[in-house]
Structures are given as structure tokens and as C-alpha cells.
């Protein structure tokens, strides 16, 4: 059998599996309260007639930041919940011995999970981004500067933490991986907050904190670009310029390509551990 | 393009070379279905599996017999690509295992037998063909969960399947891409007297239709049923192997001895391993070459014993497993 067929058909046999499994209409009942408790927020802020517009841009951009936030949360917590269960948890109940039994190689099953697993969480982040970006512009009539690279941006977010994911998956326990996954996901924010403090104090030892957690996980620093791009270039300046480096809902600087391209390469490399320790495993 | 043999004359005598060639390998017999030499697995510091070689003819039914945690699964694992073994090799249906496409025509019921339980019973059959990257008619795929008794259950979902219906499901997924070789790890450990019966056809039939099945099964009655061969693992090592005439060629004398000395026990264990209950004394006999029996009573009439009955028996197969399991007997045969 061809690996590209392989490949193919346990990444449709995991979408199936999401779907089957109720975790696409939860998340869907869940995107569709999101969506309807934002545009209720959205258009209280509309029929605020105090605020002057440049106000207005700086509380959509903030709000709007805050919602995707919840969004990428959603996303994280699904697909390193789903990640879990789907490999390591196939291989501990022995569903993987049939399959993997079969004339298929170890890497193009990985290979067809993970990307089972991209398309769920990057097609459910795309399509719940793009709907809250239109219930804004429908309600207070802002678009984002680049909606498009936001996104997509977004959409990276969820492949690193998948990534994460499968390979935790490959190594420890189908509930641990996705425990851990969030955990770091969390923790990465958490310090990319820390060194925007830092950063706005001028103390370049806790900046470093974030920094070096965005290299080490580029949840946090993928976050920060979409989020960056879904912002009006107003915004900063209205919030009070350098002092919006330690606010968590703005973001002061779009993405260098060197750090996208690092993004990747640590995919990759992520990838390529899972890959190592799942065709080591004895089922 | 031209002919390259046209110009050169020696190229024609080269054809001819290599046309016979072709012709000697094709009348080669086929690889073995299964052939392992050396296998070697180790779980930290506890081996599981040491040395094990086998070999499963085309068209052959060998059972994997053993004590719990003798090897065999791990074996099968193995030979499945599913265990990476420490030392060894693995040739499936004359192909290396480290190359998957061996396993195309492979078909295995885990010892595990779980199936994704959000597909339906005919869901799984399919993922199963398309993995082979095989095409297989829907209407065969059918008759194979027709002939593990599914038929009706096809579009139910196999989470709200019993043990035993994911049992059968699974010997329906073995069979399902036509294989050449099934390897079937204890089939009918969830499976009524009905079903066990059921598998039993299934192996002869599969035997019949020239294709090769390793069975690892804990019901000794079954093997002996359907198998060609044994192979007895004992301690991740092979204890014993061979066909069951090989096997089982081993007789047993049972004789109702009494006024028995010193010189006629010692005459008694000359003879064979000995099983004492009371008066009645059960003798293995090894080598027998028929003159055994009349010797033995001659001299142990002569050493003074009163022989009430002598009962020749032929060694059962359960019998011949537990001796070599207790007495850790690992000679190969």
C-alpha cells in the first residue's frame, strides 16, 4: 500500500472518529455560544454612544483578541484531549494492533493522524475565528487590519500544540498527554504575560522569561502575531504605547519571519521525536 | 532502439542463461509462510522470548502452545513487526518483515481484539481493505462477516458489540483480504462451544484452501484437532516442536504392580519416568521398538513383582505439554 494512501485514510478515519464521537457537535454548540455571548457584548459596545472612536477601535480590538483567546483555548483543549486518546490510547486498548498489523508503516500512521488532527483544529479555529470576525464587523462595524494572517496564525498555534501533543502521546499516558499539553500551553502564556511585564518595568531578566518560552514552545509567540493582526494599529497608541507591552490582549510587534521559520523547524522536530519514539514502541 | 543480442553473439547465450534461471527459481517450492531464526526479545531485564525459530509451511496449520507468559504472544508480536525484536530475523511469505508490504497478505487477530468502536462492523472490514490497499467486492466482504456469523449485525456499531461478537468480528477482519498466512493469537477465548466450533471449520477450511495459519490457543483439544504441527514454547525458549505423530509418538505404560523390590523399582525407572499412585505405576516409554513392553514384564516378573495388568496408552497431547512444562524438559524433537 502507498504511504500517500495510508496517509490519507487514517487521517479521514480521524476526522470520522472526531466527528463520531460527539466532538464536533460540542464543539459546535459550544462555538455557537461563543459566537452568540460575543455579538450580545459587541453590540452593547455598539450602542455605547460615550466612547469616541478611536475608544471604540481600542475596545473592539481588545474584546476581540480576548474572544480568539477563548477560541484558541477551545481549540487546545480539543485537540490535546483528542491527540490522547486517539494514538496513545488506540495503542493501550490494542485497536492499534489490527491496524498497525497491516502493510503500513509506522510514520505514514502518525503521519495520517496528526493530519487527521490539523484539519480538525485549524478548519474548527479558521471557521470560529472567521464567524466572530464578521459578527464584529456586523455589530461595531470593525474588520481587522489582516484577517487572513491572523488566522493563519491561529491555525499554527493549534498545529504546534497538536504536535506537542502527539508526541507526549507517544510516550506517556493517553490522560497525561493531553493534561501536560495544556499545562505547557498555559504556562507558555503565562510566561509570555510574565515578560511583557518585565519588558515594560525595563528589567531584562524577567522579559527574558518570555522570550525563552517562546522559543521553547511557540504557542505563546504564534499567539501574539494573530494577535497582532486581528488588532487595529490604533490600538497601541491608544492604550498608552509602550505600556501595552504588559497587557496580555495586545500585542506590540507582528511576527519576523525567522520566528515563523523557527515555528516550523520545531514542528518538524517535534514531529520527528514523536515519529522516532512511536516506531520504537513495542505494542 | 535495436536489439542489443543482434549485434552481440554472446548476448543470446546470456538470454538463454537467464531464461533458465527464471525457470529453475519458478520451480523453486514458495518461500514458508512464516520462517524465523533467532528471535530475541528482553523486557528490561526479564527475557521474554530467547532464540525461538519456527517455520510454517504454505497450506500449513502449526499451533503455539505454552504455559502463560511462555512467549507467544510476544513471539507473534514479533513476527507482526508490532514487537521490534532484539536479535533475529523474520521472513513472511518469502519477503523480509521490516518491510511492510510482507504483511499484505497477512491476515491477524490480536490476543486483544478491539476494533474501533465508532465504526460499524462492515466500517472496519473496509478500513481493513483499503490498509491493504487492496480492492476487495463489498458483497465478499460480506460473506466474510456472513462466515463468522455477523451478517445481521454488519451496520451496528462494534461499541455496542459483545466480547464475543468483537471476537468473531475480528477472525471476519483476519480473513477479510484474502490472505495467504493468518496468524489467529488465541481466537476463541471469548467465544461459546458454538463459536469455538465455528473457528475450528474456519482453520480447516482456510488449511484446505491452501493457505497457512499459526494458532496460538490454550484449548490443546483444538490444536490437536486441526493442527499439521506443534510448536511447545516453555520459558520464551522452544521445548519441543514437530508434527503431533512426532509428538505424540511417545507411549505410556500403565501397569498394577504389587511385591515390588528394591530391584524392580530400579528396573521400572530404567525403563522410562515413572508416576506413582499407590500400586498403579504409569511408565513413559522412550524409543520404544516394540520389544520394550515384553522385556520389561519378563524382568520385572524375574525380580520377584506380581504384574496384575499392563495397559499400553498412547501419550495425549495435553499430557505431553504439561510433562514438558513441568519438568522444564527442554530437549527438541
Known sequence: MTTTRTVLTIAALTLREASRRRVLPALAALTVVLLALSGWGFGRLAAETTLTSGETLLTSSILLNLVMFGFSLIAALGTAFLAGPTLSGETESGIALAVLARPVRRSAFLLGKWLGLVVFGTGFVVLAGLAQCLIVRATVGYWPPSTATALALLAAQTVVLLTLAVLLSTVISPMASGVVAVGLFGATWVAGVVGGVGESLGNDGIARVGTVSRMLLPTDGLWRGAMHAFQDPSALVEFGGTEAVAFPFLSEAPLTAAYLAWAAVWVAMIWGLAAASFLRKDL | ?333
Open chain 2, 1 to 333: 532502439m535495436t536489439d542489443p543480442s543482434a549485434a552481440d553473439p554472446t548476448a543470446v547465450g546470456n538470454d538463454a542463461a537467464r531464461r533458465e534461471a527464471a525457470h529453475l527459481v519458478a520451480a523453486l517450492p514458495p518461500a514458508p509462510a512464516v520462517w524465523c531464526s533467532g528471535l530475541r526479545k528482553r523486557y528490561g531485564r526479564r527475557p521474554a522470548v530467547e532464540d525461538v525459530s519456527l517455520v510454517v509451511g504454505r497450506g500449513e496449520v502449526v499451533g503455539l502452545l505454552g504455559a502463560n507468559g511462555a512467549g507467544k504472544t510476544t513471539v507473534i508480536k514479533m513476527l507482526l513487526g508490532l514487537v521490534r525484536p532484539d536479535a533475529g530475523e523474520v521472513m513472511l511469505l518469502g519477503q523480509t518483515a521490516a518491510d511492510p508490504a510482507a504483511r499484505a497478505r497477512v491476515g491477524y487477530l490480536p490476543e486483544l481484539f478491539r476494533y474501533q468502536p465508532w465504526l460499524s462492523a462492515a466500517e472496519v472490514l473496509t478500513l481493513h481493505v483499503r490498509l491493504t490497499g487492496d480492492e476487495v467486492p463489498a458483497q465478499e466482504q460480506h460473506d466474510c462477516l456472513s462466515l463468522v456469523g455477523l451478517s445481521e449485525r454488519a451496520r451496528d456499531r462494534v461499541g455496542g458489540f459483545s466480547k464475543g461478537m468483537q471476537q468473531r468480528l475480528g477472525l471476519a477482519v483476519a480473513l477479510v483480504a484474502r490472505p495467504e498466512l493468518v496468524i489467529l493469537d488465541e481466537p476463541t477465548s471469548a467465544l461459546d462451544p458454538l463459536g469455538r466450533a465455528d473457528v475450528r471449520d474456519i482453520v480447516l477450511e482456510l488449511r484446505s484452501g491452501g493457505v497457512a495459519v499459526l494458532l496460538n490457543s490454550h484449548l490443546i483439544g483444538e490444536v490437536e484437532r486441526v493442527c499439521d504441527r506443534v510448536v511447545i514454547l516453555d520459558g520464551g525458549r522452544v521445548a519441543a516442536s514437530g508434527t503431533l505423530a512426532e509428538l505424540l509418538g511417545q507411549r505410556e505404560l500403565r501397569l498394577h504392580l504389587t511385591g515390588l523390590s528394591p530391584a524392580a523399582e530400579a528396573r521400572l525407572a530404567a525403563t522410562g519416568d515413572v508416576e506413582r499412585a499407590g500400586d498403579m505405576f504409569t511408565v513413559a516409554l522412550l524409543g520404544d521398538d516394540g520389544t520394550a513392553i515384553p522385556d520389561l514384564i519378563r524382568d520385572l516378573v524375574a525380580l520377584g513383582a506380581r504384574v496384575h495388568a499392563v495397559e499400553p496408552a498412547r501419550i495425549s497431547l495435553e499430557e505431553r505439554l504439561l510433562g514438558i512444562l513441568r519438568t522444564g524438559d527442554g530437549e527438541e524433537r
